[in-house]
């Protein structure tokens, strides 16, 4: 199984300063058609969680441009350009391009 | 906007059956492939199944394969998961989502499995 190591775990934050969160996973997430299937979630406390992120570096519908992503081969990262209070939760990147899916652990997002 | 509704979560004795469901719709259901995950109380996600446009192939995590098996009818715009042999272990929200990247999940429907 393709394991995802996110880190930090914990992650507390001013409002208005930048965050970002790391994540690496044990293979290469290239899909036989070229594209590379890693994903971002956020889960807000006592909600479902909401994909932010997919295939590395694309932010979807009604996500603000303040989240973004990055990365290539194992390494990728999502950034929050200038954290609000609403963003507080628990961020995980997921694989799509190996069965298992398999997600990271979870990095909780805090505000200081 | 898409809507994903689970429903069909309760307790149930360790060794005992449960059906869940999910009602789809705002989206052409048979287009996309769906999936299953869940969450164990205080815990992260875990991936569970996910089953093609036809039906005709599925996938499951090793920790339910053989236990549990997911279904689909596209003529009624709805994704189940059959819950068999159920184990403590298995107590979890379980959510659908659509796609095998899990572009829309639903509310989630809590599984309690305890004696």
């Known amino acids: 199984d393709v394991v995802m190591t996110q880190s930090p775990l914990s992650l507390p934050v001013t409002v208005g300063q930048p965050a970002s969160i790391s994540c690496r996973s044990s293979?290469?997430?290239?899909?036989?058609?070229?594209?590379?299937?890693l994903n971002w979630f956020q889960q807000r406390p006592g909600q479902s969680p909401r994909r932010l992120i997919y295939?590395?570096?694309n932010r979807d519908s009604g996500v603000p441009d303040r989240f973004s992503g990055s990365g290539s081969g194992t390494d990728f990262t999502l950034k929050i350009s200038r954290v609000e209070a609403e963003d507080v939760g628990v961020y995980y990147c997921m694989q799509g391009a190996h069965w298992p899916r398999t997600f990271g652990q979870g990095t909780k997002v805090e505000i200081k | 906007e898409v809507q994903l509704l689970e429903s069909g979560g309760g307790l149930v004795q360790p060794g005992g059956s449960l059906r869940l469901s999910c009602a789809a719709s705002r989206f052409t259901f048979s287009n996309y492939a769906m999936s299953w995950v869940r969450q164990a109380p205080g815990k992260g996600l875990e991936w569970v199944s996910t089953?093609?446009?036809?039906?005709?192939?599925?996938w499951y995590a090793d920790s339910v394969k053989g236990r549990f098996t997911i279904s689909r009818d596209n003529s009624k715009n709805t994704l189940y998961m059959q819950m068999n042999s159920l184990r403590a272990e298995d107590t979890a929200v379980y959510y659908c989502?659509?796609?095998?990247?899990?572009?829309?999940w639903g509310q989630g429907t809590l599984v309690t499995v305890s004696s």
């Open positions: 293979r290469g997430l290239v899909f036989s058609d070229g594209d590379t299937y």
């Open positions: 295939k590395v570096s």
């Open positions: 989502g659509r796609s095998g990247q899990f572009d829309y």
């Open positions: 089953i093609s446009v036809d039906g005709g192939t599925t």
